[in-house]
Nanobody, 127 residues
Framework: QVQLVESGGGLVQAGASLRLSCAAS????????MGWFRQAPGKEREFVAG????????YYSDSVKGRFNISRDIAKNTVYLRMNSLKPEDTAVYYC????????????????????WGQGTQVTVSS
């Protein structure tokens, strides 16, 4: 059974940094594509960042490009999201997700192609 467990969220002031972690079990991140999504109250879940199984395809949403960085540690089977220069509009529950669908390269920002999700971690940025 595949499990994804996020951690690292919290309450920070604008301009601060946080690093989220997503520990995977039951499936190697070296053979799956991983994505980070977020969902703010009253809004749809939106794509934030993604990395493929080889680590050579990385994508970011326009709203976080240049501020967020996705990385992974194969040995720990963990994916990270480093978030810098946080803004109040980054406030949301952040989820990691996993898929082995090869169309991830073109559809990485579509939640429906991911087959496993974590429980989410809350990030709150105060102004």
């Amino acid at each position: 059974q595949v499990q994804l467990v996020e951690s690292g969220g919290g309450l920070v002031q604008a301009g601060a940094s946080l690093r989220l972690s997503c520990a995977a079990s039951g499936r190697s991140i070296a053979t799956s594509a991983m994505g980070w999504f977020r969902q703010a109250p009253g809004k749809e879940r939106e794509f934030v960042a993604g990395i493929n199984w080889q680590g050579d395809h990385i994508y970011y949403s326009d709203s976080v490009k240049g501020r967020f960085n996705i990385s992974r540690d194969i040995a720990k089977n963990t994916v990270y999201l480093r978030m810098n220069s946080l803004k109040p509009e980054d406030t949301a529950v952040y989820y990691c997700a996993s898929t082995i669908k090869t169309r991830w390269v073109t559809d990485h920002d579509i939640p429906a192609i991911y087959d496993y999700w974590g429980q989410g971690t809350q990030v709150t940025v105060s102004s």
